[in-house]
């Protein structure tokens, strides 16, 4: 869940679900001249829109940190949660593999990046690799991971698309997709600096494939009011591009109990948000 403080009292509060269908959104909008489509098209845009999908049953009853509030997805939550929290990634991938395993593959390198700090090419993430449990998480992933490379290799429909440096740049696309689906979902609205002033800094070491045979790039953003963000270079098909979701409110306070916050979480306020992402 990813929790923002909005004003004194309220804290503005999405869903990783929500966020994951946005997303999925996002990356079905991927492409136009500068910019090739995802493909296989399905199976990437599942991915982003899947990504996050075994948060559900956490977020049906989440739990508190260790200072009573409700828990933020950046903080530390292999902390707060341990073993649950990789649980979570691996549901992720386990529930996709059937339906689509070259999607599953794809989720698997993004949360297992998660870990690593993407194999340590993100400052901005914590390497978390060194962890007993995400050690073992890991190791389980690295075997999981080798199982569906030599299903989709197999795969008459994934074989054309599953080379390590074709796999490399969807798992570059979705990593891009997930950042800038964060950024639409953890502020409210878009021009608040409570998530932080500048919101390049992980594009500013997110490679965003672009066309075959040509360089990738680097995503810049530039905030304009408090519902629309350019984007220079523009990787979408239509601009501007709406994006719209609903978060919810809660009470900006320290809770005694699970049991009183969750009170709070499930009578808790909605809000739909609306955002605009246009060519810069």
Not at 47 to 72: I, K
Request: net charge negative; glycine share 4%.
């Amino acid at each position: 869940m990813m929790v923002t403080p909005y004003d004194e009292t309220r804290l503005f509060a999405t869903l990783q679900t929500e966020h994951s269908r946005v997303a999925g959104f996002l990356s079905s909008h991927w492409g136009n001249t500068s910019f090739a489509l995802p493909e296989p098209w399905n199976s990437v845009v599942l991915a982003a829109q899947e990504h996050d999908r075994a948060w559900r049953l956490w977020e049906c009853r989440p739990t508190l940190s260790d200072e009573g509030g409700p828990l933020d997805y950046q903080n530390d939550t292999l902390h707060h949660l341990g073993a649950l929290r990789t649980k979570i990634y691996s549901n992720a991938v386990s529930d996709v593999a059937p339906i689509d395993p070259y999607a599953a593959l794809l989720i698997l390198d993004h949360l297992t990046g998660l870990i690593t700090a993407g194999n340590g090419a993100y400052s901005f993430r914590k390497d978390l690799s060194d962890h007993p449990i995400a050690k073992a998480y890991l190791k389980d992933q690295s075997q999981q991971r080798q199982t569906l490379i030599q299903t989709v290799r197999r795969s008459p429909e994934f074989r054309g698309h599953s080379s390590d440096a074709k796999i490399g740049d969807n798992a570059k696309l979705i990593e891009v997709i997930d950042a800038l689906a964060q950024f639409l979902c953890n502020r409210y609205p878009l021009n608040s600096t409570n998530r932080g002033k500048d919101p390049n800094r992980p594009f500013g070491e997110m490679p965003a494939p672009t066309r075959p045979g040509q360089s990738d790039v680097h995503l810049r953003l530039t905030v304009l009011d408090e519902q629309a963000v350019a984007i220079d270079p523009y990787p979408f098909d239509v601009s501007p591009l709406k994006v719209k979701y609903v978060a919810r409110w809660l009470p900006s306070q320290r809770y005694s109990s699970r049991e009183s916050f969750l009170e709070d979480f499930y009578r808790a306020d909605t809000v739909s948000v609306q955002y605009q992402l246009r060519a810069g």
